[in-house]
């Protein structure tokens, strides 16, 4: 048996301006199926859809030439006003994108990836819960 592994597909830069964040989540869940659990799948369509679902609203564009800090900013803000999540959601919504990112990062040398500029959303004791049993 001879080893022969694909090569990673390079995208020149014209191609590469017609590639969206929705398009890298697409490729990177059908490239995961068979990896991840339906539970991790379903998350990271979760953010696709909600990727669109943000890019249609409020009209900016996923292009992977125009990801950069101020388009995650946004997005947060999306998140907190429209879809009404609370942090901790947020949060994992980010990391996922951030896995995206740094998945395709050699394949689209210009796409941003978010670093620590992009610091995890802090949770308000208000949004945690403790469970408190009465006392006999």
Do not use: C, G, W
Not at 16 to 27: I, M, N, P, S, W
Not at 97 to 113: G, H
Not at 119 to 127: A, T, W
């Amino acid at each position: 048996t001879i080893y022969n592994p694909t090569k990673v597909q390079v995208i020149d830069k014209d191609e590469q301006k017609r590639f969206t964040l929705a398009d890298l989540f697409e490729q990177y869940i059908e490239t995961k199926t068979h990896q991840l659990q339906d539970s991790t799948l379903r998350k990271f369509k979760r953010v696709k859809k909600h990727l669109i679902e943000f890019s249609q609203s409020t009209k900016i564009s996923l292009d992977i030439e125009k990801i950069d800090f101020n388009f995650y900013l946004y997005y947060q803000k999306y998140l907190i006003e429209v879809q009404e999540y609370l942090n901790s959601t947020i949060n994992d919504e980010i990391k996922k994108i951030k896995e995206v990112s740094n998945f395709y990062k050699d394949s689209y040398p210009n796409l941003f990836l978010p670093n620590r500029k992009l610091k995890k959303m802090v949770e308000p004791d208000e949004q945690r819960f403790t469970m408190s049993y009465p006392e006999s």
